[in-house]
């Protein structure tokens, strides 16, 4: 019989309150168990086997997720429902890497417009490219529409390929003065990436872009602007030829636009079959999610792996270590995906959680990791669950590099995994000769608890095809996790209130401004930048 969400909550809480509930070591004393926690989606292996969620808090899980009815949310995403409640939208990423005719919303094929747009796109890249005019592409926009096209091109851009990227985000004039100097604006096209086109910081960039390629090129300079947007009044306003502007539909959420027109950077600087190759990538792993059943979906095994860490065991945060220099920004990307997603306090029906939701991400490539942060996760006061990715094979040729990248990622699991007892570290002190009183004294800054929980995915190869695998995996993982804590992962209000308050406040920082209300400490931050600018 189905127990009830309240009845499935407690039966985890119940786990988690048991004496060894946090303990891995035990577990792993089972040789079965590496292959049962072990999971294989596309070309994604995932190995979720070094974590305390034991067979029967896999079990407690799995109910959780059928009494929250996480795979019938997940029918409801793709069937077009508004399951964004707060906006009244439907959440319709997969429609931008589907098949003509998969997806449907309000009575209409969301996916026509999808392949329209992506046949604009594929014809406008190939003129780009045939006409060799321009080198570089600069992709001017901030949060969804920047973090995943410049993840992207980070992770699969190599010499020989038609266009440099470039991406401007910040409004901090520091960004443009770095980027224009490297810029020829002859040989620049730019983008306007952004779904509102409102977007304070982007459209101070475009006009500051603007005016540079004015600068240089007189009025011929807007020919090569070209907008990524749903807005299409307000790319009009701001002077973008009609044939240059690519839409997409509000059922894209910023976090989740890389699939869509947002992503023509990426085909413009990697060649449109890397795009291509992204969007079927991503829609592999959509297959999965759309048919896996509840203890094989790994998306869902991944979401009710960090319900356990966040609610059963309180851990509040989780790294991303990718061992792949060319995913530098992949956790810059997840950030957004998952804490803007996640970082909920409300229900869907707008009463307060009663659990904890999102946790905070955070994270480097490994092995820089390493030699920052990851003192914390082997001795700091609180476990920090680590998703370690591993790319089996590289595209270099230098190989004793690449084993040593492979055996270090292993190493930081292992490491988290096992710790280091007294009785290990006594007798290394022991070999080396040195005194008994010194090393009662070091003993205990030498211990390692271990028992610290990680998930190793490993990829054969980082392409366009396993990228976009790996993004819509953390997506569809953000999916279940919205559905099991109740909370909307498509809104993102926690981000209007400094954006008014910036504007509320950017004309009392001009010089000889009075300045408004405001609490005692701002009043005397807003004072102090007054005398230190002169103003
Ligand atoms: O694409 P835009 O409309 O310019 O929005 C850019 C970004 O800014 C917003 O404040 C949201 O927090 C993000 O979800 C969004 O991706």
Redesign the pocket.
Known sequence: MAVSTEAAWARVAELARAPAAAAIRPLMADPARAARFTHRAGDILADLSKTSVSDTVREALLDLSRARGVLAARDAMAAGEAINATEGRAVLHMALRGPRGAFRTEGEDASAGVHDTLDAMRAFCARIHAEGRFTDVLSV??????LGPQMAVRALWRHGMPMRAHFLSNVDGHAWEALRHGLDPARTLVLV???????AE?MANAHLVRDWLRGALGEAADAQMVAL?TNLDATRAFGVPGSQVFGFRDWV???F?LWSA?GLSVALACGWEVFAGLLAGARRMDEHFLSATEAENLPLLMALTEVWHVNGLGLPSRAVLPYDERLARFPAHLQ?VEM?SLGKRVTLEGAPVSRATGPVVFGEPGTNAQHSFMQLLHQGTTPVPADIVLVATPDHGFDENHRQLLANGLAQAEALLRGRGAEEVRAEMEAKGMAAGAIEALLPHRLFPGDRPSATLVLPRLDANTLGQLVALYEHKVFCLGALWDVNAFD?WG?ELG?QLAGALLPELSPGAAAGEHDPSTAALIAELHRQRGG
């Not at 990436?193 to 977007?199: G, L, P, V, Y």
């Open positions: 926009g901030i949060g969804g529409s920047d990436a952004s779904k509102t086109f409102t977007t982007t947007s959420g910023g976090r636009s947002i957004q803007e993102q981000v954006k």
